[in-house]
């Protein structure tokens, strides 16, 4: 069995600072300081809040806000550090699913990156729709088991909850909520397993199910009691059994007859995606070498990372502006002195001399055409240039970006052509 019993502890705010606890069942929260010594971090879910009473040394009863968060990773809290914690997403609410990263002790700092969606962009399931199909995987929907012993309904909204799926048992018998998602899952990963639940009336224990879909082997198995207002349920599971085509997690409701179970806002997601926020990142600015980008590689040095970006009024560009990988494959663009750019017809030169299309030659490129000549006299409609070798030769012309490479120069010899027309050798 792998249901983690994972300790809660509880975070009191001294009523003498006069802060205000702004946290909710459901936010991941984190700390990270560096004590001196050693880098102090803590990972947590909260999973309740509230406001404890505590007398002064008058005698007068002060608030003292607090919250009981489950350690997911990272420290053990203590009364003798620093318990300053910081939303970083919320495993369900949209409005509280963003926040922004400061630092200045992390490798590659300092920057301050923009996250959101951290805790459901990358959940394995998510559900919003109803459905009776729980042997096909689908992330997005609740599936109903019911043997003609009640039915089963869907609402986007009830009483202080989202994606809410309810089942109303009429009579005795079989009856589930079960989702099934594909499974990416291997050993050691750790799920968190986060949703709501109401019934109309109290069920003292109500089974739970996580592992195939066949149910031929469960990762874990456990009971939950249900009141009839919406309780926060949070579940972390530690995957000890090969992947296969699905996984599921099921309520069970057999012994729950006349009466309507309710599920709302779950949310099936791996610790490491909640723990680790690069895939988060919509932005970034300062010193962005710890961003790796599917297009542009590594990033370096200083500067701002970002999904969007929308200027208006002036904007001032002074060097390279390249749409496309980190090679500059794609269009690029100059910016900077416009007669500079002295080509008009780059894709097209006319040359005076002997200069025959090579069709067989790999453009580097990938546009415009090869030239092989002995004669160099490139005027007019051309490059402008009048240059005489009679060595052979190849240019090549990139209509995107003037960007040029002739065989059998010497680099000082392209320097020296290029660089006296203000072209890029």
């Known amino acids: 069995m792998s249901l983690i019993n994972y300790t809660k502890y509880k975070i009191s705010i001294d009523p003498k600072s006069k802060k205000i606890q702004g946290l909710q069942a459901g ?9 001196g010594k050693n880098t102090i971090y803590s990972l947590m879910a909260v999973l309740d809040t509230g406001i404890d009473k505590i007398a002064n040394e008058n005698g007068v009863l002060e608030d003292s806000p607090y919250f009981v968060g489950a350690l997911l990773d990272g420290d053990i809290p203590s009364s003798d550090q620093v318990l300053d914690f910081a939303r970083m997403t919320n495993l369900f609410n949209a409005d509280r699913s963003g926040a922004l990263y400061l630092t200045a002790s992390d490798s590659e700092a300092p920057y301050m990156s923009v996250l959101d969606k951290l805790g459901t962009e990358k959940s394995l399931c998510i559900p919003f729709l109803p459905g009776n199909t729980p042997s096909i995987a689908s992330k997005d929907k609740y599936h109903a088991i019911l043997n003609s012993n009640g039915t089963y309904s869907y609402q986007k909204y009830l009483d202080g909850a989202y994606r809410v799926f309810s089942i109303n048992k009429t009579s005795s018998g079989n009856a589930r909520i079960k989702t099934t998602f594909e499974d990416t899952l291997m050993i050691q990963n750790v799920v968190i397993i986060s949703y709501k639940i109401k019934a109309t009336r109290s069920i003292a224990s109500l ?6 879909t066949d149910d031929s082997k469960y990762e874990a198995e456990g009971t939950v009691s249900v009141s009839t207002a919406w309780e926060y349920k949070f579940h972390l599971v530690r995957i000890d059994q090969t992947p296969r085509d699905t996984r599921s997690f099921t309520i069970v409701l057999d012994n729950a007859p006349n009466s309507t179970i309710s599920v709302a806002e779950l949310n099936i997601i791996k610790l490491s995606d909640i723990a680790n926020f690069t895939n988060a990142n919509k932005a970034t600015i300062g010193k962005i070498g710890q961003i790796v980008d599917p297009v542009f590689g590594t990033l370096k040095g200083y500067g701002v990372y970002s999904q969007n970006l929308y200027a208006t009024q002036n904007v001032g560009i002074a060097g390279t502006l390249t749409a496309g990988d980190e090679n500059g494959f794609s269009s690029t663009f100059y910016a900077g002195r416009i007669q500079k750019n002295l080509i008009r017809n780059s894709l097209e030169c ?8 090579l069709t067989n030659e790999n453009l580097p490129a990938r546009i415009g055409n090869a030239y092989k000549f002995t004669t160099v006299n490139m005027q007019g409609s051309g490059l402008g240039i009048s240059e005489q070798r009679q060595d052979c030769h190849v240019l090549y012309m990139d209509q995107g970006n003037k960007r040029f490479n002739r065989k059998d120069l010497s680099k000082y010899e392209l320097d020296r052509l290029f660089r006296n027309r203000g072209w890029m050798a």
């Open 27 to 35: 936010d991941i929260v984190r700390r990270q300081y560096f004590d």
């Open 207 to 212: 089974p739970f199910k996580f592992g195939y």
């Open 350 to 357: 006319d040359f005076q001399g002997t200069a025959t299309l």
